[in-house]
């Protein structure tokens, strides 16, 4: 009985830093679509003011 329960204490620990891991890499590639996107805004606008 103890093998199994620490058979799933660790299958839950487990569980725990993928999804971790995977929370962080969510709000990593929210930053880098938000930088993307004024990098994006930063150019056109540029090229217009230059253009003008």
Not at 6 to 12: E, H, N
Not at 24 to 29: H, K, R, S
Request: proline share 0%; hydrophobic share 65%.
């Amino acid at each position: 009985m103890k093998t199994l329960l620490y058979g799933f204490a660790v299958i839950m620990i487990i569980g725990w830093v993928i999804g971790f891991i995977f929370y962080a890499i969510g709000g990593l590639i929210h930053l880098l679509l938000v930088i993307g996107l004024i990098s994006i805004l930063y150019n056109l606008l540029s090229n217009k003011i230059s253009s003008a």
